[in-house]
């Protein structure tokens, strides 16, 4: 019990210690690249065009390229916090009420796609990077805590698709759920995560892994589907 109690300890100072460096998972664009990218895109008229949309959008926000906004619900669901840093060739697709919330200090990466509909959510907490070309769809409840590390080409996916005999597949029914992605948890390259599924604090999923079912804290997992193989040691 002592020792799990001063690996709590331990864990809400390196929490601190990231809290209080706000800069770690921001990469400032230079003048340069302002300039080779879109010199408007990075203006204060964008941002106020964005405002005037009706797009919630913090301070000290970062474009490596215009964002790809497609919206077939309200603007207003959009939320997007301070110090938030997107690449090139980012998606953010709403519909029905689904809705996108990405907090302070949030890195996405070229080419990553959020797709919220339905009632659904997507939103990405405090500190947490998300690499290239990785999508998340969510008809339910997809939530992923502060400062995870998402690696590239990940699919992570709160909704799934019908597969009835009766109806050809591009006319089926889905299914919507949670996926719950707690504080510190790692995923390595081309990870998929599928509908009803928890990944504890800081739990570790190696890379080309399935994820199928809730993973412990604090567990290294890999394989398809992932099972725990190791646990993470001080």
């Not at 690996?7 to 210690?17: A, P, V």
């Not at 941002?47 to 077939?72: E, R």
Request: charged residues 20%; positive net charge.
């Amino acid at each position: 019990m002592k020792e799990m109690n001063d690996i709590n300890e331990k864990r809400l100072q390196s929490l601190n210690n990231l809290k209080q460096n706000r800069d770690r998972s921001k990469d400032k664009i230079s003048f340069s690249n302002i300039i080779l990218n879109n010199l408007f895109i990075n203006s204060f008229f964008y941002k106020i065009i964005l405002k005037i949309f009706g797009i919630s959008i913090g301070k000290n926000i970062y474009f490596n390229g215009p964002i790809n906004f497609i919206l077939k619900g309200p603007a207003k669901n959009i939320l997007i916090m301070n110090d938030v840093t997107f690449g090139k060739n980012i998606t953010l697709k709403i519909r029905e009420n689904g809705r996108i919330i990405i907090s302070d200090i949030v890195y996405l990466d070229d080419n990553v796609r959020l797709v919220a509909a339905r009632d659904g959510l997507i939103k990405i907490g405090e500190g947490t990077r998300v690499g290239a070309n990785t999508i998340m769809n969510s008809g339910g409840k997809l939530t992923i805590g502060r400062y995870c590390l998402i690696s590239n080409n990940c699919n992570i996916n709160s909704s799934n698709h019908g597969s009835k005999v009766l109806n050809f597949i591009m006319d089926q029914d889905h299914s919507h759920g949670y996926i719950n992605i707690h504080d510190d948890v790692w995923l390595g390259g081309f990870v998929t995560i599928t509908y009803n599924t928890t990944i504890n604090e800081g739990a570790i999923v190696g890379a080309n892994s399935l994820v199928t079912k809730d993973l412990e804290k604090l567990s290294i997992n890999y394989g398809c589907p992932a099972i725990k193989i190791s646990e993470r040691k001080t």
